[in-house]
């Protein structure tokens, strides 16, 4: 039987980089389950480059326990790597290569555990279910999560093994990943007011964004819950110009919101949206009828926030043996699981502290420890059956 150490050190192995394929990985994990006797569903992309991985074992019907995690990792482009990234090494009880903390140290567990749940019959099905470009904007699960919505034997809780150090976590916020682009029009800069110039109206609109920003922050909008307690916005891409000598007819920049659960980070593009219509574009067009201002989702996820009294979270306390539930600062495909009816957790090993920086690693007592919650899950679904 491989340990959960000799599974990481295969999935470590493949370069599973968003930009890259993970087929190799999907269909190894295929082979490793069809050895034990289960089938899997493979979901492809368009191009069929990716996919994602679904399988189940146990009783038919609806209900029961999917387990979940991405199968991409960040790239390792220009990071100071003193171990090979995708060659598992271990050291000092820490085993290092990319995506170790996230997440296939957690994916690594389940493979190790699935003799575990085979040993005796299952009251309830468990369903296995791995990803590809969550780290993009959860995107390719979502081909998964539509399948799941329409399926009348759809699970009723979903385990997420997102790096929590093995806390149990019930909520995270929501992103929405947006591009402005601004088109003005240009000219000698002799002549600036003859122009558009695009980059000045982009910084109108970034302004905006920084009073919408600030007004989020606001104590009454605060939820201590979260760190920071509160929705924000920012812009971390600007690009226009090509001389000094020039008024620039082009600029574009990306901003995001990582918006609380009960905020709606589509409000923010409605508002920027209105304001460049109202205020902004007659004053472009004034000057030259084909200015335009085009704004644009380039990827989104829901928050996540599940009650502490659901089956979901009761569940999660007893097989982690705590219930000192907290929250996270990152984003999981977990809202998009809970919108499709499937309540969701999160609890996986490692830490995002080591996640997507060089010399990524996971501890081998954090494995274990995410060995031991699956044991306690395999023997709650072979209660009373």
């Not at 493979?42 to 199968?71: E, I």
């Not at 082009?250 to 995001?256: A, G, L, Q, S």
Request: hydrophobic share 40%.
């Amino acid at each position: 039987m491989f340990t959960s150490r000799d599974l990481l050190a295969n999935l470590v192995a493949f370069d599973t980089t968003s930009r890259e394929s993970n087929l190799a990985m999907i269909e190894y994990v295929r082979d490793y389950l069809g050895s034990l006797g289960i089938a899997c569903d493979l979901l492809f992309n368009d191009d069929g480059s990716k996919a994602n991985l679904y399988a189940r074992l146990g009783p038919t019907g609806p209900g029961g326990v999917m387990v979940s995690g991405h199968s991409d990792v960040v790239p390792v482009d220009g990071q100071a790597w003193t171990v090979p990234a995708f060659a598992m090494s271990e050291r000092d009880g820490r085993l290092y290569g990319r995506g170790t903390a996230d997440m296939k140290g957690f994916i690594a567990c389940v493979l190790a555990s699935v003799p575990v749940f085979l040993k005796k019959p299952l009251r309830l099905p468990l369903h296995i279910a791995i990803s590809y470009d969550e780290e993009v904007g959860c995107l390719g699960v979502r081909s998964l999560v539509d399948r799941l919505r329409a399926s009348p034997e759809r699970p009723a809780i979903c385990l997420i093994g997102e790096p929590t150090q093995m806390r149990p976590v019930l909520g995270h916020k929501g992103k929405l990943a947006m591009r402005c682009e601004v088109h003005g029009a240009a000219c000698h800069s002799a002549y600036a007011p003859q122009g558009v110039n695009a980059i000045e109206y982009a910084a109108k609109l970034i302004g905006r964004l920084g009073e919408i920003g600030t007004r989020l922050a606001s104590s009454e909008r605060h939820d201590e819950r979260f760190d920071p307690p509160y929705s924000t916005v920012q812009t971390g891409v600007i690009q226009g110009g090509r001389a000094l000598n020039i008024v620039p007819a082009e600029c574009r920049f990306d901003f995001e919101m990582r918006a609380l659960p009960a905020d709606d980070p589509q409000q923010v593009a409605a508002e920027l949206r209105g304001y460049a219509e109202r205020e902004l574009l007659p004053r472009m067009r004034a000057v030259s009828s084909a200015s335009d201002i085009q704004i644009v989702e380039l990827s989104s996820y829901p928050g996540l926030l599940t009650d502490p009294a659901s089956d979901a979270a009761r569940l999660l306390a007893l097989i982690a043996g705590r219930e000192d539930f907290t929250t996270v600062a990152f984003g999981t495909e977990g809202g998009l699981f809970d919108e499709a009816g499937v309540a969701t957790v999160v609890c996986g090993p490692g830490s995002m502290e080591q996640g997507h920086k060089p010399d990524e690693y996971v501890s081998l007592e954090q494995l274990e420890r995410c060995s031991t919650l699956l044991a306690n899950l395999a023997a709650w679904m072979h209660e009373s059956v």
